[in-house]
């Protein structure tokens, strides 16, 4: 496919359905794909096999990308978000602070090209909850 973007599986569930034949096995991949550059997707593949899976993930995730507001390496402003039972905290950081977030914070971030940002975990520890979390709450973000 494209060069151009970074793709990053998050998480990858091996998922059983009990069937009369015994059981079906399928696999779910959240993959974060980003230009590095101020856009970012999020994508939910679920394949027969895992291949297949980060497949229709990255191509979900090309599809519904977002471009993210930047002041210089870092976000316009901070943003507090719950969706779920996942809160993220986001704030701005001055240059060369580098990415201090958890590690799925710190994948939406880093493929979206932010490099200076400090963020907060509060809710849930659930992976594919915050990364929806924080694709919303970078979605939410206008430049000042």
């Known amino acids: 496919m494209n060069d151009e973007f970074n793709e990053k599986v998050i998480q990858v ?13 399928g696999f779910s ?3 974060v794909v980003g230009d590095k ?3 970012v997707g999020v994508g939910l593949g679920k394949a027969a096999d895992v291949a297949s899976a980060v497949r229709k993930g990255s191509a979900y ?13 870092t976000i316009p402003h901070e943003i507090r978000i719950k ?5 993220i905290l986001l704030k701005p950081a001055p240059a060369g ?6 590690g799925a914070v710190r994948a939406v971030v880093e493929a979206a090209g932010i490099r200076d940002i400090v963020s907060k975990i509060l809710g849930t520890d659930n992976k594919a909850s915050n990364v929806y979390a924080t694709f919303a709450a970078l979605s939410k973000l206008k430049t000042l």
Request: glycine share 14%.
């Open 13 to 25: 569930n091996r998922v059983s359905k009990k069937t009369t034949g015994g059981n079906k096995i």
């Open 29 to 31: 991949v959240l993959i």
């Open 37 to 39: 550059k101020g856009r």
């Open 61 to 73: 995730a090309r599809k519904h990308m977002i471009t993210v507001p930047m002041v210089k390496t």
């Open 83 to 87: 969706m779920g039972a996942a809160k």
């Open 97 to 102: 602070t580098g990415i201090r977030a958890g």
